[in-house]
């Protein structure tokens, strides 16, 4: 089993920016992907950045230039660096970790943007 707790969101003002941050624990060896979902209201769950254990990277194209995925796996831990947030962005963000015979998700960390 893998438990995934996620910190740093929060309020931030159109322009503004966010880190966060998501630490796995328990069965670590197994995960291998790594990644960010968000969800808004009223809208279906979407990948948001992913990365793999030797540092390769995904965007969504909404978020390129403006997010950076990074892991630390001596840590067990995910992070996304979001710049120039604005308010489409506003959403529950979840972590998410790709183990040998399933996935695993946090519980969820909201991030609100306003204008």
């Known amino acids: 089993q893998v438990q995934l707790v996620e910190s740093g969101g929060g309020l931030v003002q159109a322009g503004g920016s966010l880190r966060l941050s998501c630490a796995a624990s328990g069965s670590i060896v197994s995960i291998t992907y790594m990644a960010w979902h968000r969800q808004a209201p009223g809208k279906q769950r979407e990948l948001v950045a992913g990365?793999?254990?030797?540092?390769?990277?995904n965007y969504a194209d909404s978020v390129k230039g403006r997010f950076t995925i990074s892991r630390d796996n001596a840590l067990n831990a995910v992070y996304l660096q979001m710049n120039s947030l604005n308010p489409e962005d506003t959403a529950v963000y979840y972590c998410?970790?790709?183990?040998?015979?399933?996935?695993?998700w946090g519980q969820g960390t909201q991030v609100t943007v306003s204008s």
């Open positions: 990365i793999t254990s030797d540092g390769s990277a």
């Open positions: 998410y970790a790709l183990g040998l015979t399933r996935p695993y």
